[in-house]
């Protein structure tokens, strides 16, 4: 791997650093020398090391143009929450006719009901009010459940349609805070997350943008 790229790369795993770099509130030798350190490079690709750092500052501030406009989207959004959220990850096949009972069953009660499918397996997101019903009709179909989890639905504009990149920094502010992403789904202008309860404050903390 080249210096360039190795510089690139220890950045973007460090986001203080990162975020230091691009509001320019950081030394560039001393930074060199800590990145020469930790990669354990040789003395004399300082410079190359140096030149790297200041390149990938540029890059940072071209970035921090498109950042302002996903803000600038995101500001006027909208966050539904809803906690009391049950993931089941089912073997693919299952009875059909049970997954159209169980939604016509949810959806007549207006509660949350999401099925994405996989390649060998299917994912229910709903509430734990119905989590007994969907053991007893999959029994050993179950893979997996994963219960005390919130669901977060960002509402946008369709302006979100020409906008690149807003998934992608979502994704990494929910990183940079630590934040598992247990199921994730977009459908046009809504974009849903899956989050432990106990991760919800801060959640909704970071996704404040007005």
């Not at 993931?87 to 939604?103: A, Q, R, T």
């Not at 007549?108 to 969907?134: C, P, R, W, Y």
């Amino acid at each position: 791997m080249s210096i360039t790229k190795s510089v690139e790369e220890y950045i973007s795993q460090h986001p203080n650093t990162k975020g230091c770099l691009k509001n320019d509130l950081i030394n560039f030798s001393s930074l060199s020398r800590r990145i020469m350190k930790d990669l354990k490079l040789k003395s004399k690709d300082f410079d190359a090391v140096l030149v790297a750092c200041r390149r990938y500052q540029a890059k940072l501030s071209k970035e921090e143009h498109f950042e302002k406009r996903i803000k600038d989207v995101l500001s006027e959004s909208k966050l539904e929450i809803k906690t009391g959220i049950v993931v089941f990850i089912i073997e693919k096949d299952v009875y059909f006719d049970y997954l159209l009972d169980i939604e016509k069953e949810i959806k007549k009660k207006m509660e949350v009901f999401h099925i994405i499918e996989g390649v060998n397996s299917l994912t229910l997101i709903t509430t734990q009010d119905f989590a007994a019903s969907i053991r007893k009709l999959f029994r050993n179909k179950i893979i997996r459940e994963n219960s005390g989890l919130a669901e977060l639905i960002i509402r946008t504009s369709n302006v979100i349609e020409k906008t690149p990149g807003v998934l992608s920094y979502l994704y990494s502010l929910f990183g940079d805070y630590n934040i598992n992403i247990f199921e994730t789904m977009s459908t046009w202008t809504d974009t849903l997350f899956i989050i432990s309860e106990n991760d919800l404050e801060k959640a909704v903390r970071i996704l404040k943008f007005r």
